[in-house]
């Protein structure tokens, strides 16, 4: 069936504009969760949705950060007033439940700021 | 302490050869553990999980865990150039996963 998908794959953007980016779990997935990888950094835990609530929101890391879920399917992350160190490759991942579940990544956004 | 850590590699086998990967973590309430494969410029791909102590093998993988020791390991037999990547290992006690920084591995043909 078909995996994660997430759009757009490219994303470059100005400082200080907002942007948003778009994660489609796999159907029947009830988790999904934001992750973002940049140099340095590793891969970190931004949020986990089990349905339409979002019970850790922990690693967002400031208030500019925020996500919805609808329809228990597709999430957006949206990044306010966007700054250079939010440069990194977003990654989104569903899961067939939310504890322990294997979570399965898509392709991710490469965010670029300039 | 990194919660999760990983040999710092890189590592480098001969084709045909076991290529062990080692992963230690902090969190002793930790009930899942995962091996991912990421190759460059791509997203990280599930290989491997595995739940309670021992071994679990699938093809030429085999995930080792060993909670009293706070150990997580994947074995790759017949190592082979496509397996070159950077290997992942990551742990959850609840829902998210906590990533080590991966290892780099090369399978020279």
């Known amino acids: 069936g078909a995996g994660v998908s997430q759009s757009p794959s490219n994303k470059v953007t100005e400082k200080g504009k907002d942007v948003e980016l778009r994660c489609d779990p796999i159907s029947g997935h009830t988790a999904l969760y934001w992750y973002r990888q940049s140099l340095g950094q590793g891969l970190e835990f931004l949020i986990y949705f089990q349905g339409n609530s979002a019970p850790d929101k922990s690693g967002l890391p400031s208030d500019r950060f925020s996500a919805e879920r609808t329809g228990g399917s597709v999430s957006t992350l949206t990044i306010q007033r966007t700054q250079q160190e939010d440069s990194a490759v977003y990654l989104c991942?569903?899961?067939?439940?939310?504890?322990?579940?294997?979570?399965?990544f898509g392709p991710g956004t490469r965010l670029t700021v300039t | 302490q990194k919660e999760v850590e990983q040999n710092s590699g890189p590592l480098s086998v001969p084709e045909g050869a076991i290529a062990s990967l080692n992963c230690t973590y902090s969190d002793r309430g930790s009930q899942s553990f995962f091996w991912y494969r990421q190759y460059s410029g791509k997203s990280p791909e599930l290989i491997m999980s595995i739940y309670s102590n021992g071994d679990k093998e699938d093809g030429r993988f085999t995930a080792q865990l060993n909670k009293a020791s706070q150990y997580v390991s994947l074995l790759i037999r017949d190592s082979q150039p496509s397996d070159s990547a950077t290997y992942l290992c990551a742990v959850s006690r609840g829902s998210r996963l906590t990533f080590g920084e991966g290892t780099q591995l090369t399978v020279n043909p």
């Open positions: 991942a569903s899961s067939l439940g939310g504890l322990g579940y294997e979570q399965y």
